[in-house]
């Protein structure tokens, strides 16, 4: 499997931007599907966007469509979620993961980064 690191999180004020980065170590990055998901305190973890292996098709919850973008950069083997028009309740740990099919379930994913903190104030 895959070494996933996020970065790039931090605190910002509503209506700010923020992108995330999610480096990947290992030989295969390019074979598997990657997706962002986040956890609010006191909730569970949820999904926020999945990319196919050769970035061709994204998926994103309906709370943040048309503010985040997720991309992915193979040559690099970097994952990326440009956050724009942040909103209070966009606050969470946000990790990046790997899995070998299209999904938007949690257990689908077989590799976890450590996860970033985004705070966004109000």
């Known amino acids: 499997q895959v070494l996933l690191v996020e970065s790039g999180g931090g605190l910002v004020q509503a209506g700010g931007s923020l992108r995330l980065s999610c480096a990947a170590s290992?030989?295969?990055?390019?074979?598997?599907?990657m997706g962002w998901f986040r956890q609010a305190p006191g909730k569970e973890r949820e999904f926020v966007a999945r990319i196919s292996s050769l970035g061709r098709s994204t998926y994103y919850t309906d709370s943040v469509k048309g503010r985040f973008t997720i991309s992915r950069d193979n040559a690099k083997s970097t994952l990326y979620l440009q956050m724009n028009s942040l909103k209070p309740e966009d606050t969470a740990v946000y990790y990046c993961?790997?899995?070998?099919?299209?999904?938007?379930?949690?257990?689908?994913?077989?590799?976890w980064g450590q996860g970033t903190q985004v705070t966004v104030s109000s």
């Open positions: 290992g030989r295969t990055f390019s074979s598997y599907v």
């Open positions: 993961a790997a899995a070998q099919r299209l999904s938007s379930n949690t257990n689908d994913y077989s590799t």
